[in-house]
């Protein structure tokens, strides 16, 4: 189809052209190519002059998804869409495919198991190898890495995906998170560590794959591998990583971080990669979340201990003077159900991750056995099969939560209920006022009956015995002003 010259005087021009095309009235698969062909090409030649911001560009995608054309015909769009993202290389193009994938995905899965089928992932790996690309137009840069991480986060990876990741490939990352250091708002940091995160996480399911899926060659955790090696020049990626947990509230965002985590804590050339203060902060965070989760939250519950144990165990930590000891022990003793009776009974799994952890030798006195510290703690007797090690990466990894689910907590339950109480006696309160407006104040007695002297009122001495009239009794006190007496005084 020849394309049109469109000739636009302002932005209001600009919108109403776009409505126009994503309405056209397609009853064949070759007029729908021509609509999608006619929006990338309108959008993309306008997108420098009206569509400044991602706002902008997010808004183009909402007209298309919204619109007559999408809604008819949704597999034969998205589709045509995804054969775009495998074949453009204009980066204003890529700019608007790249957007409209991010918000269909995020509503419908079909879309990113679509890219999945096409290998998308490898298309997406490499348009953000292409340092030029980043240099010249960040936005997109940044708009692909959020593509890749909510792809990947919503289905496993082939092998053959996995495969073209390599070590560039995540140093360059890990670099990119270093040049931005400075500025911890900047819009790389998170969309950057959320892909490390996640590659991290996807090493981890196929390393735990059945025997059957398994390749014959075992795929390398490139993330892992380069920290490893390199750690000490990527500081700032275990800071940031610490201060993300600390603020997160999403439940699978929470899971990613602390599988690398205990993977860090479990790997023998990265036990001290972060610094000590920030382990500090970490352990605070842990024990902050281990006291705030609701029960149900069982396996967010057993993750956050299989993590705990190799921190306190493998890491600075173990070292004197050993930081918030107390506290460890105590949370160990109500996670264990021996501490407060309002804890619902522990599970068997939480009483045995709890049980390791107040093993480890720092947390221990010196002249007590392991059986003895875990009924210290517990108030519970385990046998030895149930004091052994069960902690493996297969039980972390396979903890997963569907992306956008909020993890809930204690307090915030205790202060919705309280509110909500608060709210039902206001409302008792002001019914009770409305019935009787006028209440009379309370007194706990009589009030004495005062003299006044000059506008201040004294109250009457009680004597002890009647004296003659000629001979008034000497007075004891001095005048008292009204605004200084709090209550009733206390006769002489």
């Given amino acids: 189809m020849d394309e049109f010259e469109y000739d636009l005087e302002n932005e209001e021009q600009f919108w109403s052209e776009l409505d126009d095309i994503v309405s056209a009235n397609c009853p064949s698969h070759e007029l729908i190519d021509n609509a999608l062909r006619s929006y990338l090409h309108f959008t993309t030649k306008f997108r420098d002059e009206y569509l400044h911001s991602e706002y902008d560009i997010a808004r183009c995608s909402e007209k298309l998804l919204g619109s007559e054309l999408f809604v008819a015909n949704k597999d034969y769009v998205r589709i045509q869409i995804v054969y775009s993202l495998l074949q453009e290389d204009e980066a204003p193009t890529l700019h608007v495919i790249a957007s409209f994938l991010l918000l269909d995905g995020r509503d419908n899965e079909a879309t990113f ?173 842990i024990i902050r979340n281990l006291l705030d989760l609701p029960n149900e939250l069982v396996a967010l519950r057993h993750t956050y201990l299989r993590v705990l144990y190799p921190l306190l165990a493998h890491t600075q930590l173990n070292q004197p003077p050993h930081y918030k000891r107390d506290e460890i022990t105590k949370v160990l003793s109500i996670l264990g159900g021996s501490a407060n009776k309002h804890w619902e009974p522990a599970d068997e799994t939480t009483v045995r991750l709890v049980d390791r952890v107040a093993k480890v030798p720092w947390l221990r006195d010196d002249d007590i056995s392991e059986r003895e510290v875990a009924q210290k703690i517990m108030g519970v007797s385990l046998s030895p099969s149930e004091t052994g090690s069960m902690v493996s990466v297969v039980d972390v990894a396979a903890v997963m939560e569907r992306p956008g689910v909020q993890t809930p907590s204690k307090k915030g339950e205790f202060e919705k209920a309280h509110d909500d109480n608060k709210g039902e006696q206001d409302g008792k309160v002001e019914g009770e006022k409305k019935e009787a407006p006028h209440v009379a104040p309370r007194r706990r007695h009589a009030p004495p009956i005062p003299d006044h002297v000059n506008g201040l009122r004294v109250m009457k001495e009680v004597p002890v015995k009647k004296l003659p009239p000629k001979t008034p009794p000497r007075r004891r006190t001095k005048l008292k002003n009204i605004a200084s007496m709090d209550g009733p005084p206390v006769p002489q």
């Fill in 113 to 285: 198991e679509i890219m999945n089928n096409e290998s998308c992932f490898t298309r997406l790996v490499e348009l953000i190898k292409n340092k030029e690309g980043r240099s010249e137009d960040g936005r997109l840069h940044r708009l692909l890495l959020e593509l890749l991480y909510e792809m990947s986060r919503m289905q496993r990876l082939s092998t053959e995906d996995l495969s073209h990741i390599d070590d560039e490939f995540v140093i360059y990352l890990f670099q990119i998170i270093e040049l931005v250091s400075q500025d911890v708002d900047d819009p790389y940091h998170y969309p950057v560590i959320r892909v490390l995160l996640v590659l991290n996480e996807q090493y981890m399911v196929e390393s735990t794959a059945s025997p059957i899926e398994r390749p014959s060659i075992p795929i390398t955790n490139r993330v892992i591998k380069v920290l490893s090696t390199h750690g000490s020049n990527y500081m700032t990626f275990g800071e940031n990583i610490i201060l993300l947990l600390n603020r997160e509230t999403e439940t699978s965002l929470q899971l990613l971080i602390l599988k690398l985590l205990y993977l860090l804590f479990t790997t023998r050339a990265t036990h001290e990669y972060f610094y000590t203060n920030d382990l500090h902060v970490l352990l605070d965070v």
